[in-house]
């Protein structure tokens, strides 16, 4: 939960506590006190992990089937051989016939298959249901195919059938022909319900399991939009963004550039070389400038057009001068390392070389850049500054972006003074591969 959602929930509900729990289930995030006043701090000793309404509610072993599909079918047939069972177990008669009683015990058995085979399964429970007492058998089994096949399929056709005429015939036969018309329609009457009953069940857990399946799969879609709409939302946030810098940093690096370059044309000596130079580093800071405002404006994260490991010493010929003297050594391959780490190690020498101007001036600067197994090492080392020059203005976030850019590479970095009075600045990145 971020600040702007307690502080907006502070403001609806103040001096109250608040919870925030799932309809569904599982576990959910709980704040027990919300801050009185909006910007107040958020304790987060205050935050508690609870357990959803559905998993309080229900034992562990009940939870379990819900969320194993394997266990819920195992339990389903457990449960229908114990009712196919009783089904038979209690209403044989004493004289029934041995052979009753095996095609009983057969349809029975079936349950095992009917979730696997449901067909077979129906074929195999006709005969104890016509000539025994496994009826419940034969619809459970009935009930298994309408789940899985279409109502006018011919194995729906026939299964109905089969239990239809199980259901209307009596055994032994003789019998069967001696009942009157009376008897006759109310077998029809009870086949009908004992076929249409369970194919009925059957198809309703069908379009139940549908319903869900549509369900979820419209809740993903509103997931998607979601996600879209946030995506546009910092798509033109960026659009803005690239914009403003553009109209504010690219205009005051064009006048720098253009006063640089008439000062160049009507001096002579070093005013016309540091002129030259304040114009070559106005140009490049455009230039990458348009690389970023271009990034922003696309949304693509891609280092393509961003200064890398080879460009190392131009940026460290352009640093060099009277205040500030740097040593390059460099024993790596710009082909073993991916496009962000060697930006990486470009930006990482670019603000070193950068602190050292504003706060070292006249010291002497060494950039070392190492290749070792499978890391990256970058030092950035300055001694004492010999010269008090005024502060330059500084936001204090060069450092922290470097680092924070470090920790998403999968490196490391350290900042900090040297015993000889300087500063030291050292990274690591992982190597390609």
Not at 60 to 76: D, E, K, M, Q
Not at 84 to 108: F, G, R
Not at 313 to 322: H, S
Request: with cysteine.
């Amino acid at each position: 939960m971020t600040r702007s959602e307690i502080e907006v929930h502070s403001e609806t509900r103040p001096e109250t506590r608040g919870e925030t729990r799932t309809e569904n289930g599982g576990p959910v995030l709980v704040a027990s006190t919300f801050p009185p006043k909006v910007g107040a701090p958020v304790d987060l000793a205050d935050l508690r992990i609870l357990p959803g309404p559905a998993s309080r509610l229900l034992p562990h072993w009940l939870a379990f089937l819900r969320t194993s599909p394997r266990a819920r079918g195992i339990a389903s047939d457990v449960a229908a051989l114990l009712l196919a069972l009783l089904d038979v177990w209690l209403v044989i008669p004493e004289e029934a016939q041995t052979y009753s009683i095996w095609l009983s015990a057969v349809a029975v058995a079936a349950m095992v298959m009917r979730r696997h085979v449901p067909f077979l399964a129906v074929l195999v429970t006709v005969p104890g249901y016509l000539t025994g007492w496994s009826q419940l058998a034969a619809m459970i089994a009935l009930g298994s195919l309408a789940k899985k096949h279409r109502l006018l399929s011919w194995r729906m056709v026939t299964g109905c059938f089969l239990v239809f005429l199980c259901g209307y015939v009596r055994w032994p036969l003789s019998e069967f022909v001696a009942q009157s018309w009376q008897e006759h329609l109310l077998n029809v009457i009870w086949a009908v319900i004992a076929t249409g009953m369970p194919v009925a069940i059957g198809l309703l857990i069908t379009a139940r399991k549908e319903l869900s399946e549509r369900i979820r799969d419209l809740a993903s879609s509103r997931e998607r939009e979601k996600k879209l709409l946030a995506q546009t939302v910092r798509a033109a946030e960026r659009a803005e963004l690239a914009r403003e810098m553009h109209d504010v940093v690219s205009h005051q690096v064009t006048l720098i550039a253009m006063q640089a370059g008439a000062l160049q044309v009507s001096t002579h000596g070093d005013t016309a070389d540091v002129a030259r130079t304040i114009r070559e580093l106005s140009t490049r800071t455009l230039e990458e400038l348009r690389n970023l405002v271009g990034v922003l404006r696309s949304g693509d994260g891609a280092e393509d057009g961003q200064p890398g490991l080879d460009e190392l010493d131009e940026l460290v010929r352009n640093f060099r001068d009277d205040a500030v003297r740097v040593a390059l050594d460099v024993k790596a391959e710009p082909s073993q390392l991916t496009g962000p780490v060697s930006h990486a190690v470009y930006r990482t020498v670019q603000e070193a070389l950068t602190n050292v101007r504003k706060h070292a001036a006249g010291s002497r600067a060494s950039v070392r850049v190492l290749a070792q197994q499978d890391t990256l090492v970058v030092e950035v080392r300055n001694g004492r500054p010999e010269a008090c020059e005024p502060p330059l203005p500084s936001g204090g976030h060069g450092l922290i972006g470097l680092r924070e850019r470090a920790g998403l590479l999968g490196g490391t970095f350290t900042a900090g003074p040297t015993s000889e009075g300087g500063f030291q600045v050292s990274a690591t990145y992982p190597l390609a591969g």
